[in-house]
């Protein structure tokens, strides 16, 4: 089992649409969300995955797909 | 022995001891160091700082290190200039750079990376690792190098050769990663939570953005025990930014300075500007971009300290700037003929962001100003080398000299 911390942005029709159900609904994947703030065409949610850790690569490239940006939750680490 | 306490929260406040953490374990918000502030008001003074070395651990009691661990590069207590030619140009009355290009690797990173690496080697880590695509890796490399300890640098895989060799040189282990700049992100990100490795802006970032609170201390002291009234500092993560102001603030309330607003302007380049975005949108929402300018070192599309760079700037009546790559340019030929500092683009859009934060009345021009210069030229010279003086061919004889001399529209009317 693994745990990841990511955060979601959600931008223009992504809004609307119920991703993080669906994660736990198409996959073996628990979410646990932590911080957000969404406003009428865009957001963020800081959450926690936990699963197998191929389960949760799936998950979230599922999620990208959808037009979903993912991040660790400490921002951008690569630094010039 | 250190004044600091354990981490807090910066969200909900929770605190927890000084380990190589940097997220709340309870809403995910990020970690900060806090200290004993009674015990450093009992003992920190003027005289005390004074006494110090020429470099950051004069402040030794403000950061979160015990002195038996300090990896010492003799980092900071960098040139002050006071910048009257710049000044004049851009029609300003009090005009100072601080010139941290003056640094062991030639960069600001230098004071985080100092502070990060004294703190991982005091928490045991033999290892000290980074993602970078510069100034972060050379800093690294040549503190672990400093330290006798191991350096892992993770870099994108089409970085240019000439970047990577100032890291290189102090014989880190190199990680080119097969993948997009997101991937790199993501490998680190996880690697951090795996390996007992001390990512410095990972999983000891909290002590490692303290040292950025140097600036502020070294600028307040050189410039006679007083803060600036405002500051330009360049803004990529945000980090930098809002610890400059902290530090101000410390050595207000340590009754080091006397007290007096710092109205705090942020630059950055149009092509990654994510928080002067947000800032002009009225939001504390960033919206990460995919960054696109020749400013690499501010080139972070999702800023970790975004929010609270844009709290800094309301709250100190601050403001926020983003210039154009040509503006970068002209910022860093500015800065260089007029006061014989050689910036990287960072510093080009530190000077074109003042230039634009006076013209749109962000600025008081008669007030006193810093603006902070956080890397050497050499770093990205290839930004400005179609646009720098070429030099005048002549043959080895006086005569050819005369003839091609009177022509060129640089020459100047040397006496004798």
């Known amino acids: ?80 | 022995m250190t004044y600091a306490t354990c981490l807090a929260c910066r969200e909900c406040g929770r605190e927890f001891p000084l380990e190589p953490l940097h997220v709340c374990d309870f809403c995910f918000g990020p970690l900060e160091v806090a200290y004993d502030h009674d015990g450093i008001q009992s003992k920190i003074t003027r005289e005390r700082i004074e006494s110090g070395p020429r470099s950051i651990w004069r402040y030794i009691d403000l950061l979160p290190v015990d002195e038996d661990f300090i990896v010492d590069l003799n980092v900071g207590w960098t040139p002050l200039l006071k910048a009257d030619r710049l000044a004049e140009r851009l029609g300003m009355r009090e005009l100072w750079i601080k010139n941290d290009t003056c640094n062991p690797s030639w960069s600001f990173k230098d004071r985080v990376v100092a502070v990060a690496s004294s703190r991982a080697r005091q928490l045991g880590f033999q290892t000290l690792a980074c993602a970078s695509t510069g100034n972060l890796a050379n800093s690294v490399s040549a503190h672990a190098a400093r330290a006798g300890m191991e350096a892992i640098v993770f870099i994108p895989h089409d970085l240019e050769a000439g970047k990577v060799l100032g890291s290189a040189v102090y014989n880190p282990t190199i990680v080119s990663v097969n993948g997009s700049y997101d991937d790199v992100n993501r490998l680190c990100s996880e690697l951090a939570d795996n390996r007992h490795w001390a990512f410095v802006n990972i999983n000891v970032r909290p002590y490692y953005a303290e040292g950025s609170r140097t600036l502020a201390y070294e600028v307040a002291e050189q410039l006679g025990w007083r803060a600036p009234r405002q500051v330009v500092a360049p803004m990529a993560s945000g980090s930098l930014f809002t610890k400059i102001h902290k530090g101000f603030q410390e050595f207000q309330e340590y009754g080091l300075i006397e007290e007096s607003p710092v109205r705090m302007i942020g630059a950055q380049a149009e092509g990654c500007s994510p928080i002067t975005t947000a800032w002009r949108n009225e939001t504390t929402n960033i919206r990460p971009v995919k960054p696109n300018t020749i400013a690499k070192s501010l080139a972070i599309g999702n800023p970790a300290d975004g929010y609270y760079a844009l709290k800094t700037m309301k709250r100190t009546d601050g403001g926020s700037t983003a210039v154009t790559d040509p503006e970068v340019v002209e910022g860093i030929q500015m800065l260089a003929e007029c006061e014989g500092v050689f910036a990287e683009t960072a510093g080009g859009v530190t000077i074109a962001g003042l230039r634009q934060a006076i013209e749109t009345g962000q600025i008081d021009p008669d007030e006193t100003t810093v603006a902070f210069i956080t890397g050497g030229g050499l770093k990205t010279a290839d930004a400005v080398v179609e646009h720098v003086t070429q030099p005048i061919p002549v043959e080895g004889t006086l005569q050819s000299f005369e003839d091609a001399f009177a022509e060129a529209p640089q020459a100047v009317g040397v006496g004798g």
């Open chain 1, 1 to 80: 089992m693994a745990t990841r911390r990511v955060r979601f942005t959600f931008e223009g029709d992504a809004v609307k649409e119920p991703v993080i159900y669906l994660v736990g609904h198409e996959f073996e994947v628990v979410t646990n969300i932590r911080m957000a703030d969404v406003e009428h065409d865009f957001g963020w949610v800081v959450l926690e995955l936990d699963g197998d850790h191929d389960e949760i690569d799936r998950a979230l490239a599922w999620v990208e797909a959808k037009g979903v940006r993912i991040d660790p939750v400490a921002g951008d680490v690569v630094e010039s």
